[in-house]
């Protein structure tokens, strides 16, 4: 009987002790991933997505965002994006090298006509006198049918979309670059700095 109650004595122990190590253990782990929450803000507001297409059916785009940034979130990274008679298609098509070398000397010649004449007479140059710098690339309008699966494409909508799994479009741009990883929309390709005044740089004509 004594063997007994001793065996039963060791295995409270042990259960006890177990029980005690992992409730430490698991309060240690919940303040660190409480700790790990602080580096990954949450976003409230999302009405532009970034992400690759899988599948185009009719009207609706089926689009792949990828996770959004915050692991602590659960966030839909498979989209249907619906197209409307308002959603806005277009697409950029980079420009030949070339053609944009071309462009830029071109730039930087009336840039440097501007900047001397701001020397010369001593004066601010007069608003519009700057010249915009080209864009690497061309904008052209398209139709639903012409993306592709595979593509990749920014989605922009008129309202909060972080936690829809399917809505409108209010805008769809196919580019060149790869989908990013969190899905967020990316800038488009580098160029130039604008212009003195806030001169929007703008894409070159096809």
């Known amino acids: 009987m004594r063997t007994t109650f001793w065996i039963l004595g060791i295995i409270a122990g042990l259960i006890a002790g ?8 698991k309060s240690t782990y919940e303040k660190k991933i409480e700790s790990a929450q602080k580096y990954f803000p949450s976003v409230t507001d999302i009405r532009s997505l970034s992400g690759t297409v899988k599948e185009v059916k009719g009207k609706t785009i089926t689009l792949e965002t990828g996770n959004l940034g915050n692991p602590f979130e659960d966030i839909p990274t498979a989209r249907e994006v619906r197209v409307t008679d308002n959603t806005k298609i277009i697409k950029q098509e980079p420009l030949d090298p070339v053609k944009f070398r071309n462009l830029q000397d071109a730039f930087q ?8 004449e701001v020397v010369k007479s001593g004066k601010p140059a007069a608003s519009g006198a700057y010249p915009t710098p080209p864009m690497s690339f061309t904008v052209l309008d398209i139709a639903v049918s012409d993306i592709k699966k595979g593509d990749t494409v920014i989605v922009n909508a008129d309202y ?9 479009a209010a805008s769809i741009t196919v580019t060149s670059l790869p989908a990013p990883v969190g899905g967020f929309a990316p800038v488009p390709q580098t160029a130039p700095a604008p212009a003195p005044g806030g001169v929007v740089p703008q894409p070159a004509k096809p």
Do not use: P, S, T
Request: aromatic fraction near 12%; proline fraction near 0%; avoid cysteine.
């Open 18 to 25: 177990y029980l005690g190590g992992y409730g430490a253990a």
């Open 109 to 116: 010649k009336e840039m440097k006509k501007v900047q001397d």
């Open 160 to 168: 909060n979309i972080k936690m829809e799994k399917n809505f409108d």
